[in-house]
């Protein structure tokens, strides 16, 4: 069941082009299996607590929750209805014993993206367009925070668990209409830094930090005020790739990290003379006609408090449509 969960995964990139049965194909079997054997309903929290540690319910219970960590996670980077609904995902405190201290609060920042998955994919528009709205993003930021807090006893030793925080930290920095990129590139950045260090390690969810990240810092690259560090991190996790650290599949696969790594390939082929594409260091239209008749007007482009071009407008609605693994391979 759990295998079939990370199958749908595996073949994520080859699926997601119409090769084969689409992703939620072999998750949805994975989870209309854990529903026959009746693992979503609450069993006496007796039997999780005290018994054996391989005891059918305790297998059951961990199994049930590995499903629900992967339906989240792959509702909000595919853009995709929940196959869980909230109604079947209850944590309790027995759980974090069950777990194990990590998995437990992964498990609780999966159901905050679980919540940004719904809204993103709510048929009503009034839903999804207040994730948009900047106090909606406050109260969500507010929540991390309180997440943050309540973890500080294991925040200093737990790889995993930083930047699973992160992770959550720019998806909801990336819908807040207010963000500054500076905001993004700080998470970006930590989430890349992270993932090449041999202390992080190797999970399913690895490829998901990759994607939004780099979707992130590529988008940043654009910009001049954060360019170069932008392409610092970018090459950050090029390196990473390369030395096989944050991505499972194989080298030779057709998997998620030949799918990121084709992304900054394409990205550097533009940065150094692709169609349409001017040198890196200068911002687009500066040089131009236009340009110079603006500077012989004495008019010019809008500058912010420190005299450097302001980013464009983040495109939210490619990673609402597609969401951020759908977007890396458009």
Known sequence: MILLGLESDNRGPATMRGLG????????????????????QNRSREKYANGDSDSDERLGRRAWWVLVILDRWHAIST???????????VLVPEDHVLLGSVPFHVARLSCILGHLAEAFTASDEAVSAALR????????????ERFRESVGGIWGSQNLLHVAYHHVKLLVLRHDPTSEPHQLLGPASRIVTMLASPNTPITPLNHHFAALALVTLADLAEAQETREDAWKGIQQLADALEQRRGIATAEDSFGWDRAIKDLITRRKMDRIGGP?????DIPPGHGSLQHLAELA??????RDTTGLLRIKQLDTETLQRHGYLGSILL
């Open 276 to 280: 349409g594409c001017g040198p890196p």
């Open 79 to 89: 853009s995709s209805p929940l196959l869980i609904p909230d109604s079947s995902v």
């Open 21 to 40: 049965p689409p992703r939620a194909a072999w998750l949805g079997a994975a989870v209309g299996l854990a529903y026959n054997l009746k693992l979503h």
């Open 297 to 302: 007007v004495g008019e010019r482009s809008p």
């Open 133 to 144: 709205n900047p106090f909606v993003s406050k109260l969500l930021r507010g929540e991390l």
